[in-house]
């Protein structure tokens, strides 16, 4: 297996700019998070999904930041408009059931805002 | 205001001596821990889990302690190898819901060859 997929790598964007990021998961796996990792704050919780339904989106940190999963093997995170403290790595990970077995994370993609 | 960057704690140790990493947890009701390893430019990486209801877990040179009643993880690395330098961070169920997997802040750590 690939493992989980995200793109791209890295994201350079101006402040007002919309950002949309991208994950594969590994195929089956019914749970994908979405998690941002800064200096200031370390790794936070944005949203996850199960079975393609948000399930808890208390992490999102504003109106600007949305995140939508159309099937199983697709998801993304949306940004617009884009502020410079948005500037952070942002990664997707799923897991097959939670409880009971370990994250499996991409490599995340570095966004930075000017 | 003048911000405050997170003081990540750091560890160096001796190529070939054995690691200890520390993670306090918040959640008293998590029943599931795990330890995952980040290297620069990755994502964390999966090393062990645990279950409350277990003390001890041994894997490859690497050895979870869990204790319950004051809320403290523990990693233990034999035989500390250059490749073992890294961010190191515990996880458990979120305090709200099962399903949600909170990071602890991590440790920094440099081996020295």
């Known amino acids: 297996d690939a493992g989980v997929i995200q793109s791209p790598r890295h994201e350079v964007t101006e402040m007002g700019q919309e950002v949309t990021l991208r994950c594969k998961p590994i195929?089956?796996?019914?749970?994908l998070f979405w998690y941002r990792q800064t200096m200031m704050r370390g790794l936070e919780l944005l949203i996850y999904?199960?079975?393609?339904?948000?399930?808890?989106d208390s992490g999102m940190p504003e109106d600007r930041f949305s995140a939508k999963m159309p099937n199983a093997s697709f998801s993304t995170l949306k940004i617009q408009p884009s502020e410079p403290r948005d500037s952070a790595v942002y990664f997707c990970?799923?897991?097959?059931?939670?409880?009971?077995?370990?994250?499996?994370f991409g490599n995340g993609t570095r966004l930075t805002v000017t | 205001g003048e911000s405050v960057g997170l003081h990540l704690p750091t560890l160096s140790v001796q190529e070939g001596d054995n690691s200890i990493i520390n993670c306090a947890y918040s959640?008293?009701?998590?029943?599931?821990f795990i330890w995952y390893k980040q290297e620069s430019g990755k994502g964390p990486q999966f090393i062990i889990d645990?279950?409350?209801?277990?003390d001890k877990r041994q894997g490859q040179r690497v050895t979870v302690l869990l204790n319950k009643t004051v809320k403290h993880l523990s990693l233990q690395i034999a035989a500390t190898q250059p490749g073992d330098s890294a961010v190191y961070f515990c996880?458990?169920?979120?305090?709200?819901?099962?399903?949600?997997?909170?990071f602890g802040p991590g440790t920094s750590l440099s081996v020295i060859p």
């Open positions: 990970a799923s897991t097959l059931k939670t409880g009971a077995g370990a994250l499996h």
């Open positions: 999904f199960n079975n393609n339904v948000p399930i808890d």
């Open positions: 195929s089956g796996h019914d749970y």
């Open positions: 959640n008293s009701a998590s029943d599931y």
């Open positions: 996880a458990e169920n979120g305090e709200t819901s099962y399903d949600k997997v909170i």
């Open positions: 645990i279950r409350s209801n277990m």
